[in-house]
């Protein structure tokens, strides 16, 4: 009956309890990362940019800040969020442009706090509505 005793010395040994106390520790996951999306708001601002020209996102130069000072300030579309106005800017230029920006013009979207992952879901959906824009009857 010596292997009864062997077997019961396992069964102690490989306790469920025991095996988790000997198993090396596991690093604690990363968390997940939330998949990138624009809320309303972020949306309504690059529908909104589809209007907007390119030269929107200059500074005015001498004549036009004469004119400003003459017939009074002109219409400014930029915004006082300086994350939306980040979107906004990208939305123009890919509006007119699709995905031919300068790096620096995405470095500047990304440092507004977006992804890579929001530029390229804004190309796609500019990329969307143009298309169907295009093929409508």
């Known amino acids: 009956m010596a292997y009864l005793a062997v077997n019961e010395a396992l069964d102690f040994a490989l306790a469920p309890s ?3 106390a000997l198993a090396p520790v596991a690093a604690p996951a990363a968390p997940k990362a939330k998949p990138a999306g624009f809320s309303a708001l972020e ?3 690059v529908m909104l940019a589809r209007h907007d020209r390119p030269s929107s ?5 001498r004549l036009g800040k004469l004119l400003g000072a003459i017939f009074g300030e ?10 939306l ?3 906004r800017r990208m939305a123009v ?3 007119h442009y699709g995905y031919a920006v300068t790096s ?8 507004a706090g977006f992804t890579p992952d929001h530029y390229d879901m804004l190309g796609r959906r500019v990329a969307e509505v143009l298309s169907a824009r295009l093929f409508r009857k």
């Open 104 to 111: 620096a013009q995405i470095d500047d979207f990304l440092a």
């Open 74 to 83: 002109s219409y400014s579309r930029r915004l006082a969020d300086p994350r």
């Open 85 to 87: 106005e980040a979107l």
């Open 93 to 95: 230029l890919t509006w």
């Open 43 to 45: 949306w309504s601002v």
């Open 57 to 61: 996102l200059r500074e005015p130069g």
């Open 18 to 20: 025991r095996v988790a």
